[in-house]
């Protein structure tokens, strides 16, 4: 019969071998102060930017991983409102902005101490329509009970169903929750940040609290143990979205390492490893801010009207794919005569160049070699 970690004695107290995952721990640190120093002249809102498609990239990853589907334009909107950045009125649902709510909370809030009614408010915001209309087969708002028992992770049809893994029973949940809350608050600054956020993932996944959404509030903790060890708010690449890319060896490892020893370095190594990787996927966006302040440092005496300067923030931000005069006049809710003059002046400044003509008419912002200081 096998055994999990959680029944082996010694547990909850995971064993990691510091010299096999330094080198993961000094490679982290490389990357984390490159990416520091890619945005380090970036304007406040250039800084913004950035930090919305990252949170965005979060949000919307971290619910790919469970295979649900969000729509990026609503997190986006979502996102900016809750960090005071402007980005336009995309509609608002109330899954998304739980999502959101709980995401950006265990980010910039990471000075405040984790607490069972803090993960309770977490987990009612990933479930808002059971607060409302409440059904037996998920309790919100707190731990789970026996009728879940056992809580199981299971793969494959009903009837032939693969057992992943089976997690304490529901009467062991709060024991079990409080050492971790304890040590979670206690452990900070004490323990090697990195190795604390893999195991606090680990640990927290393990005794699986929640009838359902433990994936999702899993990853925020780990997220705030990453910020706690930067001892930043500011995220800018995203744990969830590089998980997503890795899910199958998340889940293998997970798998692996909830029945083996108490000896966690695997895992640990993994997602110390993870981190790097996925900083390295985000190295578009301080690229994209890096170029974006360039751009504003080199037009800093231009004068631009108001639905230029949107524009071609938004064209230096996450803007994708073509560019022409109908996503203009989309952007700056400009008449299309005036979305027209606004172009042209543009291009006849060296700011824009266009290719094509007529409604064929693309635009793209000049290289900087391109450019001449405009006054």
Not at 160 to 170: D, G, K, N, V
Request: aromatic share 8%; glycine share 6%.
């Amino acid at each position: 019969m096998r055994r999990y970690i959680w029944e082996l004695p010694g547990w909850p107290k995971l064993d990691v071998s510091l010299e096999d995952v330094l080198p993961e721990i000094e490679l982290v640190r490389e990357k984390q102060g490159a990416f520091r120093e890619l945005l380090a002249f970036a304007g406040r809102h250039e800084r913004d930017q950035a930090l919305v498609e990252a949170a965005a990239a979060t949000v919307v990853q971290t619910a790919a991983i469970e295979g649900e589907t969000l729509d990026w334009d609503a997190v986006r909107s979502s996102v900016a409102r809750h960090l005071g950045v402007d980005r336009g009125g995309v509609p608002q649902d109330d899954k998304t902005e739980g999502v959101v709510a709980m995401t950006l909370d265990a980010t910039r809030n990471y000075e405040r101490p984790l607490t069972d009614s803090r993960m309770f408010e977490w987990h009612a915001e990933l479930f808002p329509r059971m607060l409302l209309e409440p059904r037996r087969d998920i309790v919100v708002g707190s731990w789970r009970d026996s009728a879940s028992d056992p809580m199981r992770v299971l793969s494959g049809p009903i009837g032939r169903e693969r057992i992943h893994f089976e997690a304490p029973p529901a009467i062991a949940v709060p024991h079990e929750m409080d050492r971790f809350i304890a040590w979670f608050n206690e452990s900070r600054g004490r323990e090697n940040g990195l190795i604390r956020a893999a195991i606090a993932h680990l640990r927290f996944l393990t005794v699986h609290p929640f009838e359902d959404g433990n994936g999702r509030i899993g990853r925020a903790i780990a997220d705030m143990a990453l910020s706690q060890d930067e001892r930043s708010g500011d995220r800018f690449y995203s744990m969830s979205a590089q998980i997503h890319r890795e899910k199958n060896k998340y889940y293998e490892l997970l798998e692996r390492t909830q029945q083996s020893t108490l000896d966690a370095t695997g895992w640990v190594k993994w997602f110390i490893g993870c981190i790097a990787r996925a900083i390295d996927a985000s190295q578009h966006i301080a690229e994209r801010t890096r170029r974006a302040a360039e751009f504003w440092n080199a037009y800093a005496s231009t004068d631009f009207n108001e639905r230029q300067r949107k524009v071609l923030r938004r064209m230096l931000g996450d803007f994708e794919g073509d560019f022409n005069l109908r996503k203009y006049i989309a952007i700056s809710d400009a008449p299309r005569a005036t979305a027209q003059r606004d172009l042209s002046d543009l291009v006849h400044r060296g700011i824009l160049v266009s290719a094509g003509v007529g409604k064929a008419t693309r635009y793209r912002i000049a290289a900087t070699a391109d450019r001449s200081a405009a006054s």
